[in-house]
């Protein structure tokens, strides 16, 4: 009976003797590396809209924080994994005179057109978020110093979402079409001059994945501790947010003087992506031939 294996070219006890001393080899020179790492800088929920500006929420700048597991299958090229908890920030502007319309029932029973021009609305984002990153590694360098790139990607998973809108100034008005006339004087029935609430809720995000880069330099302490600093870069592939198409304000018949706003999310932003850039400082435990 033929012994051999892989095709008839090596024989078994061959293969195991390889694998053996390939292990052997791997674990005398440690070539694992584990890191703990914390990151600042430019982190939000990024999306464009017609009716208003997004930016960063400077008054909350987002970070990252986390655990690294590096392996090196060569001096030079290895592989990195881990996991960490994200913050993303935005805020959002809504352009003062945004205008909505939408048919609606009066106290009385009445059907009429609705109209409500907003001004001083804006609204702050955030997601926390579990990442998993995947990078292939690359360093170059001394015993000393090293310079270490990284490019890969990460799974990125929602874990707690929010949105809080601020007050709004309304000028509402409605229009009946028997009447061929619009109303803007009656406070009681919602019309004229009047405030809407502001408000907090959660959010429900998608899944999502990133496009990642980190560069940055490695100090050794001695010869089995590094610290290390860099820059990162993610950038979101998939949407995480879909809309429901409501309005930004709704009328309540039962209570024409209570207004509250609906998220922009909810009325007119259909994509959100998350990105950051920042700075990475971290400390390494592994001698790393």
Same mark, same amino acid.
């Given at each position: ?127 926390? +978020? ?130 509250? +706003? ?12 998350? +990105? ?14």
């Amino acid at each position: 009976m033929n012994k051999k294996c892989l095709g008839g070219k090596y024989s078994a006890p061959t293969v195991i003797l390889f694998v053996l001393i390939l292990c052997t080899t791997i674990i005398s020179e440690n070539r694992q590396e584990i890191s703990a790492y914390l990151g600042g800088g430019l982190s939000m929920l990024n999306y464009d809209s017609e009716f208003g500006k997004t930016k960063v929420n400077t008054g909350a700048l987002g970070g990252l924080g986390g655990f690294g597991y590096s392996h090196f299958f060569t001096d030079l090229l290895g592989i990195s994994t881990g996991a960490e908890i994200a913050m993303y920030n935005s805020r959002f502007s809504l352009n003062d005179g945004y205008t909505v319309r939408f048919p609606a029932i009066d106290p009385e029973g009445t059907d009429f057109i609705f109209r409500s021009t907003i001004s001083g609305y804006y609204e702050k984002h955030r997601s926390l +978020m579990l990442q998993i990153p995947l990078m292939i590694r690359l360093r170059l360098g001394g015993e000393t110093r090293q310079f270490y790139f990284a490019l890969g990607g990460k799974g990125a998973i929602p874990i707690h979402s929010r949105t809080i809108g601020s007050t709004a100034n309304l000028m509402n008005g409605g229009f009946y079409e028997k009447e061929n006339y619009e109303h803007t004087q009656q406070t009681q029935m919602g019309f004229g001059r009047q405030t809407a609430k502001g408000f907090e809720k959660n959010m429900n995000f998608n899944l999502t994945g990133f496009a990642s880069a980190e560069a940055g330099v490695k100090f050794r302490l001695n010869d089995s501790y590094q610290i290390f600093t860099g820059i990162y870069f993610d950038y979101g592939l998939r949407k995480i947010w879909l809309r429901n198409d409501k309005n930004l304000v709704e009328y309540n018949r039962n209570n024409p003087r209570d207004f509250t +706003m609906n998220s922009v999310l909810d009325s007119f932003v259909s994509e959100i992506r998350p +990105m950051a850039v920042g700075l990475k400082i971290g400390v390494a435990f592994g001698k790393g031939k």
